[in-house]
Structure formats: structure tokens, C-alpha cells
T-cell receptor, first 113, second 117 residues
Framework: AQSVTQLGSHVSVSEGALVLLRCNYS??????LFWYVQYPNQGLQLLLK??????LVKGINGFEAEFKKSETSFHLTKPSAHMSDAAEYFC???????????FGPGTRLSVLP | GAVVSQHPSRVICKSGTSVKIECRSL??????MFWYRQFPKQSLMLMAT?????????EQGVEKDKFLINHASLTLSTLTVTSAHPEDSSFYIC?????????????FGSGTQLSVL
């Protein structure tokens, strides 16, 4: 079975500062890992995904995440936050057959001017 | 925390039959619910946005006559896959956004694995 934890339900950063959103997972099989973003009144949008290829994954809007098996982590980063990055971010895990898809509880990112 | 119940968790049906999937918000009201589909080894894809008391908004490429969505109350949205075919086999998941909040928080159901024989 898979599970996901996201440390920090709410993260605030200043505009231009580094964004770091934490995600740890547990999985009994090699996982696929995803980061999604949700803007107000909208559905989820895929930011990036790890599917057992390169461990450093680059996504849209300047985000990237690194899969670290030894730490069972898949933290999301962006070097410089923009006001438009303010949203809810969800980490998710599935097995490599697309089964047992599980979401983390989400982290709300606020960007301060 | 808020709970979204999705039922059934797994369903196997014959080709040509219809399958209904329910998504309930158990301890909050949700004006808006979202339906997603995930094919094996792919990411989740938004299918439609369900609004209580009005017609659902479908994403491009999603057949509204095949995937019927009903959101008749503030705590229940249903997705009916009509005349299902093997290519409809997928993982379906719903999410709900609490009414009256900032609409920045989503809560997810546990998903439904549909297998069409």
C-alpha cells in the first residue's frame, strides 16, 4: 500500500525567495510520484511526475523535484517564487501500474510581496 | 479533517453496461466537485467540473453523453459511465471543494478502479 505525507499544511515565502514543499512517501513497490497544483476554483493541474527515469524531474512554471529513494522523499522546489505561484500543492503516489493512486493532504503556498 | 467517500472502490462490468460511481462529502457541503481519470502509468486527468444544481463543465475530449455527471445535492455527485467499453477501464477519482471557504482546498475520494470486460 502507498501513503503520502506533506510536511506543513501552509507555507509562506517572500516573492523571489526559494520555494520548498516537502513530500515523503511510503510504498511497498517502486513508486510513480506526482506533484499537482490547484488554483482557486479550478481542478488539479499536473506540475511534474517521476516514473523511474531521471531522479531530478523538471516541470512546468520553473518547478522541479528530486526523487530520493534513500529518504523516501520527492520534495518540490522553485528557485524564485512568483505571486502567481500562490496555490494548493498536492503530492501523489501510485504504483508503477497506475494502481493505488494516493494523494497527500496538500500544502497551501502563500507568496508575500 | 474533511472526508470524501467514493463508492464503489472497485467494479468489474461487462461491455455495454453502465456503471455509476458516487462521490459524497461526509462532513461538509461542496458546491463544486471534480472528476478525474487516470490510465495506467499516466498522470491524473481532469474530466469535468461538477457544480451543484447546474450542468457539469467537461474538459476537451471528454464525451459528455458517455460520462454523465449529476450533482443534485451539496453532498453528492455521481459519475455514470454509460455503455462502458474496455477502453473505459481506468481509475476514476473525485475531489470536493468546501462551500463557503476559500475554495483553495480540495479533498479527495479514495478512487474507483473500473474494469470493463
Amino acid at each position: 500500500a502507498q501513503s503520502v505525507t506533506q510536511l506543513g499544511s501552509h507555507v509562506s515565502v517572500s516573492e523571489g525567495a526559494l520555494v520548498l514543499l516537502r513530500c515523503n512517501y511510503s510504498s511497498s513497490v517502486p513508486p510513480y510520484l506526482f506533484w499537482y497544483v490547484q488554483y482557486p476554483n479550478q481542478g488539479l493541474q499536473l506540475l511534474l511526475k517521476y516514473t523511474s527515469a531521471a531522479t531530478l524531474v523538471k516541470g512546468i512554471n520553473g518547478f522541479e523535484a528530486e526523487f530520493k529513494k534513500s529518504e523516501t522523499s520527492f520534495h518540490l522546489t522553485k528557485p524564485s517564487a512568483h505571486m502567481s505561484d500562490a496555490a494548493e500543492y498536492f503530492c501523489a503516489v501510485s504504483d508503477n501500474y497506475g494502481q493505488n493512486f494516493v494523494f497527500g493532504p496538500g500544502t497551501r503556498l502563500s507568496v508575500l510581496p | 479533517g474533511a472526508v470524501v467517500s467514493q463508492h464503489p472502490s472497485r467494479v468489474i462490468c461487462k461491455s455495454g453496461t453502465s456503471v455509476k460511481i458516487e462521490c459524497r462529502s461526509l462532513d461538509f457541503q461542496a458546491t463544486t466537485m471534480f472528476w478525474y481519470r487516470q490510465f495506467p502509468k499516466q498522470s491524473l486527468m481532469l474530466m469535468a467540473t461538477s457544480n451543484e444544481g447546474s450542468k457539469a463543465t467537461y474538459e476537451q475530449g471528454v464525451e459528455k453523453d458517455k460520462f454523465l455527471i449529476n450533482h443534485a445535492s451539496l453532498t453528492l455527485s455521481t459519475l455514470t459511465v454509460t455503455s462502458a467499453h474496455p477502453e473505459d477501464s481506468s481509475f476514476y477519482i473525485c475531489s470536493a471543494s468546501p462551500t463557503g471557504g476559500t475554495n483553495e482546498k480540495l479533498f479527495f475520494g479514495s478512487g474507483t478502479q473500473l474494469s470493463v470486460l
